[in-house]
Structures are given as C-alpha cells and as structure tokens.
C-alpha cells in the first residue's frame, strides 16, 4: 500500500501531465483531487498530443482506475467533449473513470458570473480563465452548490434551477454588457447531464479508503500550481481551491497520515498565465526565447505565458509548504543554447536581502538577487541517461538540490514520455 502525490510547484503548466502518464504504470488507481477545466494535462506520445482537461492523466494506462474526487469541480458540458476525444482510442472508460458524489457542478449560469465579474474589474481583473470556476468554489464555499450525487435526486432540475435564477440576479447586478442565450447554453448542459448520468458515481472517500487497506497504490494527482494556491499563492492571483499537499487530503478524503512520498514538478525555468506578480519574469530577447522554444501557450486557454528565469525563493517555499520528498524537473532542454543563466536566489524586499518567499512580491517590493550560471549549448532531446547530460546541466542540478536540499530524481528533457532521464 502507498499513497503519493504529485504537485506543481510554481504557477501551474510544469508539466504534470506527463509525469502522472509516466508514473501511472506503477500505481492502481490514479486520483484528481481538486480544480477544474481551466487546467489543460499534456501527454505527448507515439507523435500524438493529448490534452486532458478533467479526466486524470492515468487513463491512457490500461490497468490504472482514475477517479476524479470530491475537491474537483466539473463541468459536463466539457467533459463530454473530453470523452469524445477519447473515443477513437477505442478505450474502456466507463470501467476506467470513476466521479465522486461530493464533486461539485459547474454550471452554465456559473461561467456567466466568471464573464460578468471579470469585465466588471476592468484593469484590476485576476486573469480569470472564465470557466466558471471560482463562482462554483464561491457557492460550494457558500453551501449553495449543487454536486454530482444531487444529479441522482429526484429534485435535481428544482434545485437548479433554483441556483441558476439566483445567479442570474447577481449577473443582472454586475451591470456589464454581457450577451448569451441562457435556454441553449441548459439545453446543451442537460444533455451532457445524460452523458454524465452512464458514468459511476462513487462514495470515493469509503472507495479510497478500502483500497488503501487492501493494500492498493495511490497517486493523487493536482491541478494548476502550488503559487496559486488560494491560501499560499500570490494571492488575489490565484486559483480558487487548495493546490498544496494538504488538498489532496480534503480533496479526497484520504488521512495525511497516509500519505508517503510528494512528488513535487517544476520547469528549469518560470513560466506565468495572466494577472499576478512574477518577479524573475523577462521582457527581453531571453524571455521571448523561452517562450519560443518552450512552446509557452496554454493547452486549454491558448493563452501566451510569461517566462523569466528559475526562481528558487519562490521554489523553496513551494518545497517547504508541500513537504515535497523528492523533485522532477521540467524542460531543461529549453535552456540549451544560452551562454549565461540566472538563477534567483534571494530577494531585495523593501532595501532589505531576504531569503524566504515574503507576503506581497508586487514589483515595488522586491526585486530579485541572482546567481550568474554557464548555460549549455547541447542538444538535449535525444539523450536518454544522465551520464550523457552536458556538465554545466548537471552543475545547474546539483546547485538546485543544494539550495531547496531536496534531491532532483528525474529531468525531463523533451515532452514525449520517452524524453525522460531518471537520476
């Protein structure tokens, strides 16, 4: 028996997906335990990208069962669109794709609300990815909210519509131009309703927990990055649940106590979606490299990412608050090319050095202090053990695992699920 976790440990889109479809061979059952559709999972293998939105990573895999648990919020209308990608696999997913009852519903009034406040925020807006995410979390938080076991009742379209003409009011009081066709967004809804009702839906906490005494692995599997967490993030420019260690707990019901290894991703570099304080990121020639050869854009928004150079104030942090156990690093490859990298290893914060992650990093509070590093210039992509890795790489590592003291045991040097160096 073993329960792991694997956890994104800058602002989301260090590549999750393609460790979760690398790991998935050596577990039972893999679980989401929290976020929503805004979060896009690249897997990339045999020349095909796959891009999953709410089904965990571990479906590609024939034995795994996956479960999308309670602290997930779902979206049915893009759900289905997911199954339907996944069709011409000719996969078994209904025996494969298991939904928490406590999941919560996303609904077509929900992403409305996203649109209607962010417009309302005008240059102050977070950069909301509009799925109605935050909303959902808002009347779950709130006790309003409506979960996938509620779709069983036999008053499932009474409460509703009760909640839809409840936010159409809130909608109506943003007083934003705001154009929809209320009646065709429910008749595509309760369709995929329908498609969601032929899935299984499970008391996953009980489900969990069985499988935990009958000896079954587990890999918990996050969503977005532990810089957006709504507690431990860059707040107000985070993410609206909890994308810590300590989510995966209450996002599926499973004792920390329980819980051994935490897995935590990260890219050679930093990379950033919309609004929010980011303060290694470039505006120069470098920064546009990354993002050129990173292929920086988001798989669900389309959405250019910032880029600036590691930050490891901001690293360690993530470290320390996950209590990550060991650390795998994302796209070294994108490095390969630059003479110098820089590396942040403290923060000017208000005229004084400090080495820890402080409550606000808005640019007119800090500024980065950097270690000055030789880049290499191979090519990275076809090599397939660490010996082969260029020696400035490995110095690049080695400094890494000194300043967080956590060991790097994996580098990913390229997005297929073969480009991937154990250490």
Excluded at 20 to 42: C, E, M, W
Excluded at 55 to 69: C, E, L, Q, R, V
Excluded at 70 to 89: H, S, Y
Aim: aromatic share 10%; with cysteine.
């Amino acid at each position: 028996m073993t329960v792991d976790l694997l956890l994104g440990l800058q602002w989301g889109d260090e590549g999750k997906g393609k460790i979760v479809d690398v790991l998935t061979s050596k577990y039972d059952i893999i679980a989401r335990f929290q976020g929503g559709p805004n979060a896009g999972h690249t897997l990339e293998f045999d020349g095909i990208k796959h891009v999953l939105r709410t089904i965990p990573s571990g479906i590609f895999h024939k034995n795994a069962i996956n479960i999308i648990g309670n602290g997930v919020v779902m979206d049915p209308v893009v759900f289905q669109k997911e199954l339907e990608g996944l069709e011409k696999f000719n996969m078994d997913v209904k025996s494969k794709l298991l939904i928490s009852r406590k999941a919560h519903l996303i609904l077509p009034t929900h992403r409305l609300l996203d649109a209607a406040s962010e417009a309302s925020k005008g240059k102050a807006k977070i950069g909301s990815t509009l799925k109605g995410i935050g909303p959902t979390y808002m009347d779950k938080t709130g006790r309003n909210g409506i979960r996938i076991g509620d779709i069983e009742l036999a008053d499932f379209k009474e409460r509703y519509r009760s909640l839809a003409d409840k936010h159409q009011a809130m909608i109506a009081f943003y007083d934003v131009d705001l154009q929809y066709d209320l009646k065709e967004m429910e008749d595509e809804f309760f369709a995929s309703i329908e498609v969601l009702k032929s899935l299984t839906f499970i008391d996953s906490e009980e489900y969990l927990n069985q499988a935990i005494k009958s000896g079954k692995s587990i890999l918990c599997e996050g969503a977005q990055g532990s810089l957006l967490d709504i507690d431990f993030g860059t707040y107000p420019f985070v993410t609206s649940s909890n994308t810590t260690a300590a989510g995966a707990c209450t996002g599926l019901g499973i004792a920390p106590n329980k819980v051994k290894d935490v897995f935590g991703i990260f890219k050679a570099y930093t990379t950033r979606v919309g609004s929010g304080p980011f303060p290694t990121e470039l505006f120069d020639e470098d920064g546009q490299t990354m993002a050129k050869v990173g292929n920086e854009f988001g798989s669900v928004t389309g959405r250019a990412r910032r880029c600036g150079w590691l930050d490891l104030v901001a690293l360690k942090y993530a470290v320390q608050v996950n209590g990550v156990t060991a650390l795998y690093m994302m796209k070294g490859d994108v490095l390969s090319g630059f003479k110098k990298l820089n590396v942040c290893t403290a923060y000017k914060y208000k005229g004084k050095e400090i080495s820890h992650f402080p409550y606000n990093i808005e640019p007119e509070n800090v500024e980065p202090i950097y270690t000055e590093m030789k880049g290499w210039q191979a090519d990275l992509t076809t090599m397939t053990s660490y010996e082969e890795l260029p020696q400035e790489l490995k110095t690049y590592i080695e400094f890494i695992e000194k300043e967080v003291e956590v060991p790097i045991k994996v580098v990913s040097v390229g997005p297929d699920r073969k480009q991937t160096i154990l250490k």
